[in-house]
């Protein structure tokens, strides 16, 4: 069992920054380089959506084009967590985030390959 809890959504302005964290627990979790971490989002009335990931090991990493060169994913294997460093936000980044866990994921941005999730954190930013 993997367990996922994120933490820092919140309120802000456009233009503004927040970062997100989540933090990785759990027997199962072994932060080997084959575990893949990934953030995705849900808005009201849409599908779930990826946003970036990070493979554990390795470190190497993968964006939406929504999201590229605004946000930046890093993880801490001393913490076992993974950020998402979220900047120049849009109205249209409004979400609940979600921080996911994979082993072996062969299509890192697909949400169904992902087998443990967090609770969500909700992300408002107002124009």
């Known amino acids: 069992q993997v367990h996922l809890v994120e933490s820092g959504g919140g309120s802000v302005r456009a233009g503004g920054s927040l970062i997100l964290s989540c933090a990785v627990s759990?027997?199962?979790?072994?932060?080997?380089?084959?575990?893949?971490m990934g953030w995705f989002r849900q808005a009201p009335g849409t599908e779930r959506e990826f946003v970036a990931v990070?493979?554990?090991?390795?470190?190497?990493?993968s964006y939406a084009d929504f999201v590229k060169g605004r946000f930046l994913i890093s993880r801490d294997n001393a913490k076992n967590t993974v950020s998402l460093q979220m900047n120049s936000l849009k109205p249209e980044d409004t979400a609940v985030y979600y921080c996911?866990?994979?082993?072996?994921?062969?299509?890192?941005?697909?949400?169904?390959?992902?087998?443990?999730w967090g609770q969500g954190t909700q992300v408002t930013v107002s124009s």
């Open positions: 759990g027997p199962t979790f072994s932060g080997s380089g084959n575990w893949a």
């Open positions: 996911a866990a994979g082993l072996w994921v062969p299509v890192l941005t697909a949400s169904r390959w992902y087998n443990y």
């Open positions: 990070i493979k554990w090991g390795e470190g190497s990493t």
